[in-house]
């Protein structure tokens, strides 16, 4: 039982990671804690939907929504918050809080307020199936292909921010925004370049939830970000490693919390482990890496 | 500086008096007899309430097309709360404060109602609600005269926490039984009822777990629940959730025979669930197989307005509408002699017959109704072959 | 100019005292504007934080819902009076303020947010899981109104008779509300000039400067956190005594992000913008949930445009509605020379 449970929240904390990498990169080079995130990790369920609907194929749906979310992500960031870059960093916040309510209900209008299922027939019907089991413990194939899917991405993400010229434009940022602008980066473009891959990162993990439990709901960005906000303080906000880390400490400190302290207090777990985290390591797991601000 | 403070201050004042001045002006038509149906229409209840507002929308569409009520044309204005008790509370005061609106759909979710009540029973206006199970609501519903001004069509929690702890243990013969609720006023209420009942009946709980609305990740709390070795699992909560709930208990191998309250009655269950619906009971107002013509009417009727089956809180806000239409026909459009007819709705005989049978009011304005069993079968729901009676 | 428009103030205020009394009065309205008083006293209390010390408070609805619930369990249990219910609610936010505040407020920046975040977090589930205390999800229904009870004086003067007056409807909550809008008014112009409101000030500005002249960081803002949190529970203990409901769902995350907005929007620090924050963005709710409709949009456009607008003020005010500094400082005869010369200076 403990295995499983290991299991079951090593799953959930890979996909805690996903979304919390886009906080934390946002925040790496804006400073900004966006909290319109989890209606982009929301929008990437969706959109998939849609497009399924059209008679696409799985992949290619889950593609297009993927490049839909991130352009969504870039005018997010081109509309609402470059206009504020010079102002309080709390406009920019109260912004976010705006921009989370506005597009929550717009899919609300959009999709309807009932929560939908994932069209099964679209999916291949081994995904359900148990992969590997061993004694109690069981790993299904759609587990698997989270595991693949979100480490691949997450490897992927980690050589474009130390081994390509955009992500040393983004590490450059992320020091010290003025400075980058005087070495003749393009902050702007960074700057969009980071919204595209946080939320592209966002609608893989929307797209994935929604498959992997069968349903999604306007409200579902709600919860899925404030976890995946607090896993990407756990690890030290503005560290994408540490957004990785924390996602999964997260989802297995929850698991486990849920299964042997107390399944009323199941969220509770999760704060706590974040407050006494900060307490007694206040910049997170890995706070003093690469895109953190110093 | 101060003083462009004030110039703005005042400026702004000025537009908030008019906004809120423009918004209390109603104008008076006195061709129409209004009703309130306050429920959450935005927010993360909002499926809820559109299964309400579906509900009642039927019942004054018809009653409409036969010609209103005395000549006059019923229209249902519907208000958004969220299902949060601070918005209950502001919108239930500008419910009151409408003149024309002589009663009340509403509210879908108990807390709402509860935060909303001390309003209705201050300035005089009655409630019926469809959905709100709560059992406080019984003894928070009434005036210094302990006139009662709440009414409900639906069953009060405890009723069916125990009637389903007796389902299983008397009419499916199974002793060990794992409880999973939803951590709110509903999951609890049942819960509770129904744990109660099954120490009385020498039912073995072999776990009680929690989770919250809106929580997508069943498997610990599941996973606990399988260490138990249970023979049936009672989920108290709704169907977006219970579903998740069958499919991941499946998924782990919990294959247990799985029991909800009328929060399961949902065609989406099925939908959202797919195969691990199955072997699923619930309670349920009306069997769409043995009810009578007027909800198989319903029902069919349903069906082809909406594009989907009918749910107990559709049929329950149907029949709600169609009192509060039958008491503004027979009082004329009065709240204090509104109140009194419903509240004179007091035995079987005097009730208003609906599709969900019989609805008449005890002492608190609690309803006494039927209940029966369902169960989901190769993905439909069917009869539960055996009855309690 | 400037008489005139002190009379138009003095105006404004008398058509407020005596709106109630008016027969046009109007139930929905005056609940609206005892709403909108609750809403202010938190925005003046919550200001504190991100206004006076630079500190970001995302927590600060954990602070209402304890007032609230010290309220409305002393009145179920014990039936105490709300005249020393308020007190002791404040007190007991205060007591935590302190409690959360000595750990934490070391902290820097937005981890400290964070950690006050996690805290409001924790008072929900406490609230929804400590069943035996709070009464859980089912919430406290069943809270007695406030009165105002001298039949104690009656017995001790030896005279028969029960001096009670229960507050029923709206109205009595509205002039309480405004009383307690005045008393927090009064109490946060006092702070701001004084020795403890300029230490606050000199934090926000310049920590690193302000400790240099030995402003102890850690006391004034564990004082900053208490006040806050005070005032914060005194709001929540009026909510419970004028809903006469109350259960855990009303003091969600949500609840510190609106009043967070009404400090933003108003003008961070500035206590004249957290009264306008509150009136702009309770009333825009109302206003919208009227308006909608009848221009036959369906209900969920409402927060579709509370959104939008929200991110337009922010678009075109990134201050807020009023300046950031505040009013008092402005008013200072050193600061008015000083701003004159450089506007001279600029001009030459």
Known sequence: MFEQQLVNGFTLGLIYALIAVGYTMVYGVIELINFAHGEIYMLGAFLTLSFISTGMPLALAVVLAMLAVAAIGVLLDVIAYRPL?????????????????????????????????????????????????????????????????????????????????????????????????????????????????????????????????????????????????????????????????????????????????????????????????????????????????? | MFGRNVKRMAVFMAALGLALGVSAGSAQAADTIKIAVPSPYTGSAAGFGENVKAGVAMKIDEVNAAGGVNGKKIEAVYLDEQCEPREAATVSSSIVNDPEIVGIVGHLCSSAHLAALPTYVREGIAAISPTATNISISDKNKDEQGKVWSFRNVYRDDFQ?????????????????????????????????????????GLNVVGEEAYKKGDQDFTPQLTKLKGGAPQAMFIAGYYPEGALIADQAKKIGLNVPKF?????????????????????YLTAPFLADTAGPDAKKFIKDFKAKYNREVDWMSANAYDAAGMMVQAIAKVGPDRAKIRAYLAGMNTPEKGYKGVTGVNYFDANGDCQKPAFVKMVKDGKFVPAPKQMN | MRGALNTLKYLIAAAALAYPLMPFRDVYV???????????????????????????????????????????????????????????????????????GVPTLRLVGDYFAIVTFGFSELVVLFLTNEIWLTRGPLGVPGIAPVDINFTWLASLLGIDGRWRYAFRGEVPYYYLGMFMVLFVYIL??????????????????????????????LVYKVIAFAVSAGIGAMAGS????????????????????????????????????????????????????????????????????????????????????????????????????LRAKLAARRTA
């Open chain 3, 188 to 217: 946060m112009r006092r702070l701001e000039d004084s020795r403890l409101g300029r230490a606050w000030l000199a934090i926000r500005e310049d920590s690193m400067a302000a400790a240099s002249c030995g402003v102890n960081l």
């Open chain 2, 161 to 201: 926490g125990k009637f389903l702890a007796d389902y299983i243990d008397k009419v499916m013969g199974l002793k060990k039984v794992a409880v999973f609720y939803e951590n709110n006023d509903y999951g609890i209420g049942l819960k509770d009822a129904f744990v109660k009942e099954a120490k009385k009946l």
């Open chain 3, 238 to 337: 009026f909510f419970a005594r004028w809903t006469l409901f109350i259960s855990p769902d009303m003091f969600k995350f949500w609840e510190s992000f609106l009043v967070l907005c009404m400090v933003v929007l108003g003008g961070l620090g500035n206590i004249n913008g957290a009264l306008v924050g509150a009136v702009i963005l309770i009333a825009l709710g109302e206003v919208l949930r009227v308006a909608l409709p009848r221009l036959g949009l369906p209900a969920e456009t409402r927060f579709l445009a509370y959104g939008l607008i929200m991110v337009l003020i922010m678009r075109y005010r990134p201050g807020g509605i009023f300046t950031q500094v505040a009013a008092s400082t402005m008013q200072s005869g050193l600061i008015k020379e």
């Open chain 1, 85 to 294: 870059r010079e102002a309080p960093r709390l406009a920019a916040l109260i912004t976010a809080i705006g921009m989370s309510i506005f597009l929550q209900n717009l899919a609300m209008i959009i999709w309807g307020s009932r929560p939908l299922p994932f069209p099964r027939q679209a999916l291949p019907a081994f995904f359900n199936e148990p992969a590997f089991t061993f004694s109690d413990v069981t790993i299904s194939w759609m587990q698997v292909i989270i595991y693949v899917v979100a480490l691949l991405l997450m490897v992927a993400l980690n050589l474009i921010i130390t081994k390509t010229r955009i992500g040393t434009a983004m590490r450059a940022l992320a020091q010290n925004r003025t400075a980058a602008a005087l070495m003749g980066i393009n902050v702007n473009r960074v700057i969009s370049f980071t919204f595209a891959i946080g939320s592209g990162m966002g609608a893989v993990a929307g797209v994935m939830v929604s498959m992997y439990y069968n349903t999604m709901y306007p409200t579902m960005g709600y919860l899925a970000g404030v976890k995946a906000f607090a896993a990407a303080v756990l690890g030290g906000i503005g560290s994408v490693p540490g957004a990785m880390l924390g996602g999964v400490v997260l989802g297995i400190a929850e698991t486990l919390g849920a299964g042997y302290i107390s399944s009323p207090y199941r969220d509770g777990v999760a704060y706590a482990v974040m407050i006494l985290v900060i307490i007694f390591r206040p910049s997170g797991f890995l706070g003093r890496s690469m895109v953190e601000k110093a």
């Open chain 2, 260 to 280: 909800g309250a009328d929060g399961f009655d949902n065609a989406d269950y099925i939908k959202l669930g797919g195969a691990a619906a199955d072997d699923t």
């Open chain 3, 30 to 100: 005056l609940h609206v504007l005892v709403l909108i008083m609750v809403y202010m006293v938190l925005a003046m209390g919550l200001n504190i934080l991100p206004g006076f010390c630079g500190l970001l408070d995302l927590g600060f609805v954990g602070f209402y819902g304890i007032g609230a619930y010290t309220a409305g369990l002393l009145t179920i249990h014990y039936n105490m009076s709300f005249w020393l219910i308020v007190p002791l609610a404040a007190l007991n936010g205060a007591f935590f303020g302190i409690m959360l």
